[in-house]
């Protein structure tokens, strides 16, 4: 596995994605629906259901502990692409090269990890669209 803390810290400003997306040209807006704003995981599912009808490109960020029951990846804060709702369940596409490419939770087991992130404002749903640019 790899150790805590690896990976870009989108939180921090020299990481930022719109900036990133400005500077390299990509028409691309990134917008973070943050976990503290949903009140239970079936406000969650409610709202991932609107983006999968919608097609929304949408990533999931949560502490990857959490969702997997494993404690050794208590600080690990991971992001997933989320690619649909199957029977009540989400299912993601993981790119870790450790995990399985598609994985399906319990939206219980998701929001509870989501309110478990580094940071409520970057806990939760991530939105990507694109722009006119």
């Keep these: ?11 921090l400003p020299e990481y930022d994605p719109n900036a990133a997306f400005a500077r390299m ?16 995981a079936e406000e969650l599912l409610e709202s991932l259901r609107a ?3 919608n097609d929304h490109d949408v990533l999931v960020a949560f502490n990857l502990g959490a969702l ?20 009540g369940r989400v299912r993601l596409v993981d790119p870790s ?10 939206a219980e087991q998701l929001f509870a990890a989501m309110q478990k ?7 939760g749903i991530w939105l990507l669209t694109k722009t006119s640019s």
Excluded: N, T
């Excluded at 040209?25 to 239970?40: A, H, M, Q, R, W």
């Design 51 to 53: 983006h999968e009808r």
């Design 97 to 106: 090269f450790y995990a399985p490419k598609w994985r399906i939770f319990d």
């Design 25 to 40: 040209g990509i028409p691309l807006s990134f917008s973070v629906e943050p976990i503290k704003g949903f009140s239970s």
């Design 68 to 87: 997997i029951d494993d404690p050794r990846l208590s600080h690990a804060h991971h992001a997933c692409v989320f690619d649909r709702i199957i029977g």
């Design 117 to 123: 992130h580094v940071s409520s404002d970057w806990g």
């Design 1 to 11: 596995m790899p150790p805590a803390g690896y990976g870009i810290q989108i939180h």
